[in-house]
């Protein structure tokens, strides 16, 4: 890996300056001791966050002495998983709160050396399975997912991806132009997931380097780049990433924000950047027991969502990955849920809610059942509230259209190809 294009957390660090004193009135994170001093252009410059990534049990205790008692169960985490936050993401930790969102999602938790034999896997994706180059995972036929680092500014304790991301000893090969070159050499794929790690972590040169080889394949449709650094570090979508990016449409934002404590003032200009420059956010949220498992939590988060244009797009049941148990839900929380939010709130604020099978099965789509029973040209179909009405199918049933060849050879589906799309569904 070229660490010079990969900025270092917690790397050198640039001394912060006194703040101005203005009477009584104090920045929310100057009630922190250790920031007291940081001044709002310090702590709105990402890379000031970058620089004073919080990584050791001990600046913890100086910022929360409330977790002085959970002290050595962090330390008993830290020989084998990462530990980092922005000062940003944990400035947002109710320390009253012993299960507080933020501070589930962030700090470490003794529970997390717990592997349940015979349920939980190292790679419950089966990526490893599906990497024709390293860092490259090629599943479905017209997608592939670029992992071009192994680095974040939050290392999520829920992390799917721990096996790489959070584990000390791994680290993921990264081979930019050998995965381009694939890229380039498959025709069938039209879409790229840009990701890591956080994709927004790299140095701009070495992700325009990225995006300037993807856009210039012409079967390459559509980029997508998957971030968390709106909810955990948004002074990082700055005017100048946001004109580089957009220079490569279309591209497609995909974040991750996971309860309403996560949208800020700051998170919200995040997104308004993005989606003022044409750049679309969808949001996908894991559903985390304890943090966001209800009803309530997540229908407040979808319509914030929506109010700040992202579009909730997945919900993600949490995956088979060691050491994360204590945050999977029985799969009917996440079924409960939907049938709260279907009909309640606008279509638009719905994410899909899905599972990601093991074994690289892909995303399975699960919720409630609203088709109650099929009969002879009539189904019986239920609606938010309950009510059955009858639907009367009718007697003509050739559904061929007579465009239906043009696009297969526009799609290149091979008639032969498995699936309703001949090899590309
Ligand atoms: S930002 Fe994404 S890749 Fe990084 S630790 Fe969090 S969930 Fe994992």
Redesign the pocket.
């Given at each position: 890996m070229n660490h010079t294009e990969t900025l270092p957390p917690g790397g050198v660090q640039s001394e912060a300056k006194p703040a101005k004193a203005k009477g009584s009135a104090k920045h929310p994170w100057q009630s922190f001791k250790k920031w007291s001093h940081v001044t709002p252009e310090q702590w709105n410059d990402w890379q000031w966050q970058y620089h004073h990534l919080v990584t050791t049990p001990e600046e913890l205790i100086e910022l929360f002495p409330e977790f002085e008692g959970e002290v050595e169960e962090i330390r008993s985490t830290l020989g084998k998983y990462k530990f980092a936050s922005t000062p940003y993401y944990l400035s947002l930790i109710n320390p009253k709160n012993p299960e507080d969102p933020i501070k589930l999602q962030a700090i470490p938790s003794r529970l997390e050396m717990n592997v349940e034999r015979g349920v939980d896997l190292r790679d419950p994706l089966s990526e490893d399975r599906d990497m024709p180059v390293p860092g490259l995972v090629h599943r479905y036929p017209d997608r592939v997912l670029f992992l071009i680092t192994e680095i974040?500014?939050?290392?999520?304790r829920?992390?799917?991806?721990?096996r790489v991301?959070?584990e000390k000893e791994s680290h993921i090969e990264r081979q930019i132009d050998t995965n381009i070159d694939y890229i380039r050499k498959h025709p069938e794929i039209h879409d790229v997931i840009i990701?890591?790690?956080?994709a927004l972590v790299v140095g701009e040169s070495l992700l325009e380097r990225v995006l300037k080889g993807l856009r210039a394949i012409p079967h390459v449709y559509v980029i997508r780049i998957?971030?968390?650094i709106p909810p955990?570090c948004p002074m990082r979508i700055t005017e100048s990433l946001v004109s580089m990016l957009k220079k490569y449409q279309p591209l497609y934002f995909m974040t991750?924000f996971n309860h309403p404590y996560e949208i800020t003032p700051d998170s919200k200009k995040a997104c308004a950047l993005l989606v003022d420059n044409g750049i679309p956010v969808l949001n996908q949220t894991?559903l985390l027991r304890k943090i966001n498992s209800c009803p309530f939590i997540m229908r407040e988060m979808c319509y914030e969502l929506i109010r700040m244009r992202v579009k909730p797009y997945y919900l993600y049941q949490c995956d088979l990955s060691e050491g994360i148990s204590h945050f999977r839900t029985p799969v009917s929380k996440g079924i409960e849920i939907m049938e709260s939010l279907r009909g309640h709130i606008s279509g638009l604020a719905i994410p899909t809610y899905v599972i990601d099978a093991p074994g690289g099965g892909g995303k399975v789509p699960v919720g409630p059942t609203y088709l109650i029973s099929e009969g002879d040209h009539k189904v019986v179909v239920r609606n938010y509230a309950g009510k059955l009405s009858v639907y009367t199918e009718p007697q003509e049933t050739d559904c061929s259209c007579s465009t239906t060849d043009e696009m297969k050879s526009k799609l290149g589906a091979s008639p032969q190809g498995a699936g309703p799309l001949g090899g590309v569904a």
């Open positions: 974040c500014t939050v290392y999520c829920f992390c799917t991806r721990r991301i959070l990701s890591g790690g956080d998957g971030s968390r955990v991750h894991v």
